[in-house]
T-cell receptor
Framework: ETGVTQTPRHLVMGMTNKKSLKCEQH?????MYWYKQSAKKPLELMFV???????ENNSVPSRFSPECPNSSHLFLHLHTLQPEDSALYLC?????????????????FGNGTRLTVT | GQQLNQSPQSMFIQEGEDVSMNCTSS?????WLWYKQDPGEGPVLLIA?????ELTSNGRLTAQFGITRKDSFLNISASIPSDVGIYFC????????????FGKGTHLIIQP
């Protein structure tokens, strides 16, 4: 599967570290998303970029900082995280700009980065 | 915000059995989506439903968009080992990315 690629697959970091998650999509989509997946909880939308501009920020703590340099790449910069931030972070893309799962362009997800904060 | 009640939370079945799971909500949705997540991977879209009452099949999978627009179900017939995974429903009510709500998932386990 070469549609949406996320790196690294696994990341362990201390609370004082700074790290970045990377996502790349090869589907020609114009919107990209970061979701947080925690056990026994629904997927939580964190950020949406449409045409490289941020259109959603669902009250995510400032220790998470997204960056979208172009329509194919998305980053999530992490600093001074807390243990409760440990989760699977999923990147997704879609063709419908900024609509996140519009009926004519459902989300395509990457395989995620499993983040553990110690 | 909107919430989806997905049930059951987990299912333990024998290979060859049929499976049924559903999602309900107090809110109305314009679109229902069903995703499957295999271990170590991201969710993959299985079926998308766009009209109330719509019944759609994808191989051994059948899903329906409830007539009230507040629920949807997914059936899997004659389960096989590769059906193991977590199945998520998602409802879309329009208005941008916040309009997509996910259920908590149904964990399907197939016993030999």
């Amino acid at each position: 599967e070469t549609g949406v690629t996320q790196t690294p697959r696994h990341l362990v970091m201390g609370m004082t570290n700074k790290k970045s998650l990377k996502c790349e999509q090869h589907l020609g989509h114009n919107a990209m998303y970061w979701y947080k997946q925690s056990a026994k909880k629904p997927l939580e939308l964190m950020f949406v970029y449409s045409l490289e501009e941020r259109v959603e920020n669902n009250s995510v703590p400032s220790r998470f900082s997204p960056e979208c340099p172009n329509s194919s790449h998305l980053f999530l910069h992490l600093h001074t995280l807390q243990p409760e931030d440990s989760a699977l972070y999923l990147c997704a893309s879609s063709q419908a700009a900024g609509t996140g799962g519009d009926y004519n362009s459902p989300l395509h997800f990457g395989n995620g980065t499993r983040l553990t904060v110690t | 915000g909107q919430q989806l009640n997905q049930s059951p939370q987990s299912m333990f079945i024998q290979e060859g059995e049929d499976v049924s799971m559903n999602c309900t909500s107090s809110s109305i949705f314009n679109t229902w989506l069903w995703y499957k997540q295999d271990p170590g991977e991201g969710p993959v879209l299985l079926i998308a439903l766009y009209k109330a009452g719509e019944l759609t099949s994808n191989g051994r999978l059948t899903a329906q968009f409830g007539i009230t627009r507040k629920d949807s179900f997914l059936n899997i017939s004659a389960s096989i080992p590769s059906d193991v995974g977590i199945y998520f429903c998602a409802g879309y009510s329009g208005g941008g990315a916040d309009g997509l709500t996910f259920g908590k998932g149904t964990h399907l386990i197939i016993q030999p």
